[in-house]
């Protein structure tokens, strides 16, 4: 499906006669990348410029051909092993770290077998089992459970399932500010995405273009001298960035969200992608359903996830 042991890149987009150093820009690449493996790969002679070895810190142009040794797991930061929630023949329920693509969407490549193929976690899962189907996505650096289908019945049963909201997903969020009016609320609005830029933002009133959205939320914690707040959250409709989206139009973003957080809160809990973690998910399908004997269960994630993540619960 990928090449695990050589990747080839192309330097583009610098200025005119404009150079850099090699580990910059396979850095900015490859943003998981530990520096420690980077710099072992050029002392073995694992990495080469326009076909030669090089061992240093050697400077680059547009057009240079780039010859990477590194395994995918490496390079990618890839989970060594698959935390399995739940598994029989029909589904399986696994959790996704953060750093990872849930599946090959717009910012992956379309063609498996090119070198710039990013390894998602629908392709770990297929390694072990290689009828899985990903139902529902994760943000890349949103963590937690997503479920797949092994057959096209379950396919089409959660499909439809989720569609018309007999899923109930709960979700973990550590948010900016722990001063709530309210300890639980269902909050309302309406969601616009801008397309350029992917941001989105909650309206009170319906515009063209934009969707309903419904977060309700639950406070389960607050720390006054760190002034942020653990939120369970669930989503009663499901639009991309919702909660992120919604929680910062209240004022509560999310802490180590780039682009809905602040920047000088993450800096302060030095988090840099959003404590959003899926966590729960319970079915209500119908009696006639092949997944119906699923329906008095609740799937969970180990509470050592998810909680003392900031270290001052």
Same mark, same amino acid.
């Not at 150093?21 to 790969?41: D, R």
């Not at 800096?267 to 119908?286: G, P, R, V």
């Given at each position: 499906?990928y090449?695990?042991?050589?990747?080839?890149?192309?330097?583009?987009?610098?200025?005119?006669?404009?150079?850099?150093?090699?580990?910059?820009y396979?850095?900015?690449?490859f943003?998981?990348l530990?520096?420690?493996?980077?710099?072992? #790969?050029? /002392? &073995?002679?694992?990495?080469r410029?326009?076909?030669?070895?090089?061992?240093? +810190?050697?400077?680059?142009?547009? &057009?240079?051909?780039?010859?990477?040794?590194?395994?995918?797991?490496?390079? $990618?930061?890839?989970?060594? &092993?698959?935390?399995?929630?739940?598994n029989?023949e029909?589904?399986?329920? =696994?959790?996704?770290?953060?750093?990872?693509?849930?599946?090959?969407?717009?910012? +992956?490549?379309?063609?498996?077998?090119?070198?710039?193929?990013?390894?998602?976690?629908?392709?770990?899962?297929k390694k072990? %089992?290689?009828d #899985?189907?990903?139902? &529902?996505?994760?943000?890349?650096?949103?963590?937690?459970?997503?479920?797949?289908?092994? *057959?096209?019945?379950?396919?089409?049963?959660?499909?439809? =399932?989720?569609?018309?909201?007999?899923?109930?997903?709960?979700?973990? =969020?550590y948010?900016?500010?722990?001063?709530?009016?309210?300890?639980?609320?269902?909050?309302?609005?309406?969601?616009?995405?801008?397309?350029?830029?992917?941001?989105?933002?909650?309206?009170?009133?319906?515009?063209?273009?934009?969707k309903?959205?419904?977060?309700?939320?639950?406070?389960?914690?607050?720390?006054?001298?760190?002034? $942020? =707040?653990?939120?369970?959250?669930?989503?009663?409709?499901?639009?991309?960035?919702?909660? /992120?989206?919604?929680?910062?139009?209240? *004022?509560?973003?999310?802490?180590?969200?780039?682009?809905?957080?602040?920047?000088?809160?993450?800096k302060?809990?030095?988090?840099?992608?959003?404590?959003?973690?899926?966590?729960?998910?319970?079915?209500? $399908?119908?009696?006639?359903?092949?997944? %119906?004997?699923?329906?008095?269960?609740? $799937?969970?994630?180990?509470?050592?996830?998810?909680?003392?993540?900031?270290?001052?619960?």
């Amino acid at each position: 499906m990928y090449n695990k042991y050589m990747r080839i890149i192309y330097v583009k987009n610098l200025k005119s006669k404009e150079t850099v150093q090699i580990v910059n820009y396979i850095s900015k690449t490859f943003p998981n990348l530990k520096k420690s493996t980077l710099y072992k #790969a050029l /002392r &073995n002679k694992d990495i080469r410029v326009n076909d030669k070895k090089i061992n240093e +810190n050697i400077m680059i142009k547009n &057009n240079d051909k780039i010859d990477i040794y590194i395994k995918d797991n490496l390079l $990618f930061d890839l989970p060594k &092993n698959i935390n399995y929630i739940y598994n029989d023949e029909n589904i399986i329920i =696994a959790f996704k770290p953060q750093n990872i693509l849930s599946n090959d969407e717009e910012k +992956n490549t379309h063609n498996n077998n090119t070198q710039n193929y990013e390894p998602t976690f629908e392709d770990l899962v297929k390694k072990d %089992y290689n009828d #899985a189907k990903l139902l &529902n996505r994760l943000d890349r650096n949103t963590s937690g459970l997503v479920i797949f289908s092994r *057959n096209q019945k379950s396919y089409d049963a959660l499909y439809s =399932a989720f569609k018309n909201g007999d899923i109930t997903k709960e979700y973990i =969020a550590y948010v900016t500010g722990y001063n709530f009016q309210k300890k639980h609320d269902i909050l309302t609005g309406y969601i616009l995405k801008d397309k350029k830029t992917s941001y989105s933002k909650v309206l009170k009133e319906k515009v063209n273009g934009s969707k309903q959205v419904i977060t309700e939320y639950n406070v389960l914690s607050i720390n006054k001298n760190k002034d $942020f =707040a653990i939120l369970k959250i669930i989503l009663h409709t499901g639009k991309t960035h919702q909660i /992120r989206a919604h929680l910062k139009s209240i *004022n509560h973003p999310i802490i180590g969200d780039s682009k809905y957080g602040i920047n000088e809160i993450n800096k302060k809990f030095n988090k840099y992608k959003q404590l959003l973690i899926a966590y729960s998910y319970t079915f209500k $399908f119908d009696i006639n359903s092949p997944l %119906y004997y699923l329906n008095n269960k609740r $799937f969970e994630l180990d509470k050592k996830i998810y909680t003392n993540i900031l270290g001052c619960e």
